[in-house]
């Protein structure tokens, strides 16, 4: 490069106007590449690696819920999105759906769910090879009548998010080592939960 920018602008006689035109080229991809790095972006692959889990998630399932009901992960993909948005990307150590769907179903049949919206029923779901998880494939998830869509989505966000669920969530996961701690608050300000909730701490280990 410096060479190219020698015969380029600075060898007077020698200087050559397709070295000029070579150098600008290579000035130009030197460029964009820096801003392609900065923002995780790779050309060569439209998804960017720290998307990768989460895109062979969503490719997977795609169309895998039956028809007239919604699937958990589906239903709080704009979560997975926020959070990845700002730096925080899940993979087999982070879950966030399968905590959604336990204390979902559990207030599913707190207010008689069935009785107020339909059954809800099974279907398979399987996770991605590069998932821990893939192991246990299919795994048999709960489909919810598309009716309950939603009172899910308003029992998402004010019970879930802002009720403190995910806060118990994300700190159980900094106590098993699963996620580190500040992975866990950088999640919690990016959902703008960290005014209202204490700082999640790592565990110090006792000598």
């Known amino acids: 490069m410096a060479i190219l920018e020698y015969y380029a602008f600075e060898a007077g006689a020698h200087s050559t106007d397709d070295a000029k035109h070579n150098y600008r080229i290579l000035a130009r991809k030197s460029f964009r590449d820096f801003i392609y790095q900065s923002c995780g972006y790779d050309p060569a692959n439209a998804v960017p690696s720290l998307w990768q889990p989460f895109h062979d998630r969503a490719s997977l399932l795609h169309n895998t819920v039956p028809e007239g009901y919604f699937g958990i992960f589906h239903a709080i993909h704009d979560l997975f999105i926020t959070l990845g948005q700002n730096g925080i990307h899940t993979d087999q150590s982070f879950v966030p759906d399968i905590s959604v769907g336990m204390a979902w179903s559990k207030h599913w049949l707190s207010i008689s769910g069935d009785e107020l919206y339909g059954a809800r029923i099974k279907y398979d779901h399987d996770y991605p090879s590069c998932y821990a ?3 246990s494939n299919p795994q048999e998830p709960w489909a919810y009548p598309e009716m309950a869509l939603g009172a899910f989505k308003k029992w998402f966000r004010e019970d879930y998010i802002r009720g ?8 159980l996961q900094v106590k098993k080592k699963d996620l580190p701690a500040p992975f866990a608050n950088a999640a919690l300000t990016a959902l703008g939960l960290s005014a209202n909730a204490p700082q999640i701490e790592q565990r110090k280990r006792i000598a």
């Open 133 to 135: 998880q893939a192991k």
């Open 164 to 171: 403190g669920k995910l806060t118990g969530y994300l700190s």
